[in-house]
T-cell receptor, first 113, second 116 residues
Framework: DQQVKQNSPSLSVQEGRISILNCDYT??????FLWYKKYPAEGPTFLIS?????DKNEDGRFTVFLNKSAKHLSLHIVPSQPGDSAVYFCAASRNNAGNMLTFGGGTRLMVKP | NAGVMQNPRHLVRRRGQEARLRCSPM?????VYWYRQLPEEGLKFMVY????????ESGMPKERFSAEFPKEGPSILRIQQVVRGDSAAYFC??????????????FGQGTRLTVV
């Protein structure tokens, strides 16, 4: 049973436009959510996170929205840049569980110049 | 401050051999996690260790896989008698001691294991 799902395996957007990456989860015990960016042959790089007590967190061009009732979160990148092209992973963890992460399958974002 | 260091970056083993993957956490981090990524899939949690203790190994295969994080030295993920299905990217992550507060984990660049 996949507890964290990213239903779009790929997304293509034009440079300067908004990229919206979506993530759904099923385990209501998750209370901390993260987005990681990954280039080929490299490890995941932390982007932004959100606690379940919030519904929005913003950091520069990146904003994460959390809808707890729908068990859904999204990552908005605006404006998108060609350097943002990578695979984006959504991850979730439970407090008091040692920060072990459950990852989604990833979404490959391609930003066209 | 060096990041999470993994070595080797690439490892080729014949079926039946042993694979040893090493991970040195970021300075000041006392929590280490190992994840495996199969081709075209997300990362799957394997094991969570603190110094000299395995905290959670619920993601580890029951046989042939073991992990340790000794008092001195790097964390080691050991795979005995490797099979082709063990071919994957293995990532180590570390996080600081934060009690019960969640924080992000920082990942190494991974070890790509190929079993031939």
């Amino acid at each position: 049973d996949q507890q964290v799902k990213q239903n779009s395996p790929s997304l293509s957007v034009q440079e300067g436009r908004i990229s919206i990456l979506n993530c759904d989860y099923t385990n209501s015990m998750f209370d901390y959510f993260l987005w990681y960016k990954k280039y080929p042959a490299e490890g995941p790089t932390f982007l932004i996170s959100i606690s379940s007590i919030k519904d929005k967190n913003e950091d520069g061009r990146f904003t994460v929205f959390l809808n707890k009732s729908a068990k859904h979160l999204s990552l908005h990148i605006v404006p998108s840049q060609p350097g943002d092209s990578a695979v984006y992973f959504c991850a979730a963890s439970r407090n008091n569980a040692g920060n072990m992460l459950t990852f989604g399958g990833g979404t490959r974002l391609m930003v066209k110049p | 401050n060096a990041g999470v260091m993994q070595n080797p970056r690439h490892l080729v083993r014949r079926r039946g051999q042993e694979a040893r993957l090493r991970c040195s956490p970021m300075k000041g981090h006392s929590h280490v996690y190992w994840y495996r990524q199969l081709p075209e899939e997300g990362l799957k949690f394997m094991v969570y260790l603190q110094k000299e203790n395995i905290i959670d190994e619920s993601g580890m295969p029951k046989e042939r896989f073991s992990a340790e994080f000794p008092k001195e030295g790097p964390s080691i993920l050991r795979i005995q008698q490797v099979v082709r299905g063990d071919s994957a990217a293995y990532f180590c992550a570390s996080s600081p001691r934060t009690g019960n507060v969640n924080t992000e984990a920082f990942f190494g660049q991974g070890t790509r294991l190929t079993v031939v």
